[in-house]
């Protein structure tokens, strides 16, 4: 199975704070890379897929980038209901589909 | 608007089979546009996908798990089901279903439901 790590696994933010965490897959994934946010309590909600494409009704503050292996959710200016974990997710390999850990995003 | 909402027991017993069942309105799962997945969180942990089914029957499951799971699909009350056997502590989770963003196996999943947490105890 391809292997995705995340770093930071956690991290604190000011709200107006620009944002980046990353996504490394194990090998190559090509663009098929999504992002979800994740609140306690609730499901995902996907924000980005194909690596880059923003999925419908998500904010443009919201970006991602990367192809192969390396990857990057931005945030360009943190808001308070941005705080929650993110998970990035290939679907290049779909036996299986994997997610990487998350990253946590809290308020600092 | 596409709501999908997962059904069944929130206690099942070791060794025993979990079966859940989720519920789309807003949408159809005979649609030939989605495949339709089912995911798990255990707690305080990450995501793991279980596996996919679409409207003619077509399934792909997680390799850990295919030798337990079952996946199947009603498009006359517009559900799909998720069967899991011999389950263990290691199956205690928080069971999401969801929809895939396109009919391609290989896509991201835009919808999900609110999710059931599961636990396996005796």
């Known amino acids: 199975a391809i292997r995705m790590t995340q770093s930071p696994s956690s991290f604190s933010a000011s709200a107006g704070d620009r944002v980046n965490i990353t996504c490394r897959a194990s090998q190559t994934v090509g663009t098929y890379v999504a992002w979800y946010q994740q609140k306690p309590g609730r499901a995902p909600k996907l924000l980005i897929y194909a690596a880059s494409i923003l999925q419908s009704g998500v904010p443009s503050r919201f970006s991602g980038s990367g192809s192969g292996t390396d990857f990057t959710l931005t945030i360009s200016c943190l808001q308070s209901e941005d705080f929650a974990t993110y998970y990035c997710q290939q679907y290049y390999d779909y036996l299986p589909f994997t997610f990487g850990p998350g990253t946590k995003v809290d308020l600092k | 608007q596409l709501q999908l909402q997962e059904s069944g027991p929130g206690l099942v017993k070791p060794s025993e089979t979990l079966s859940l069942t989720c519920t789309v309105s807003g949408g159809s799962v005979s649609s030939s546009s989605y495949f339709w997945g089912w995911i798990r969180q255990p707690p305080g942990n990450g995501l793991e996908w279980i596996g996919s089914i679409f409207y003619s029957g077509t399934t792909y499951y997680n390799p850990s798990l295919e030798s337990r799971v079952t996946i199947s699909i009603d498009m006359s009350k517009s559900q799909f089901s998720l069967k899991l056997s011999s389950v263990t502590a290691a199956d205690a989770a928080v069971y999401y279903c969801?929809?895939?963003?396109?009919?391609?196996?290989?896509?991201?999943?835009?919808?999900w439901g609110q999710g059931i947490l599961v636990t396996v105890s005796s």
């Open positions: 969801g929809r895939h963003v396109s009919r391609l196996i290989g896509s991201a999943l835009d919808s």
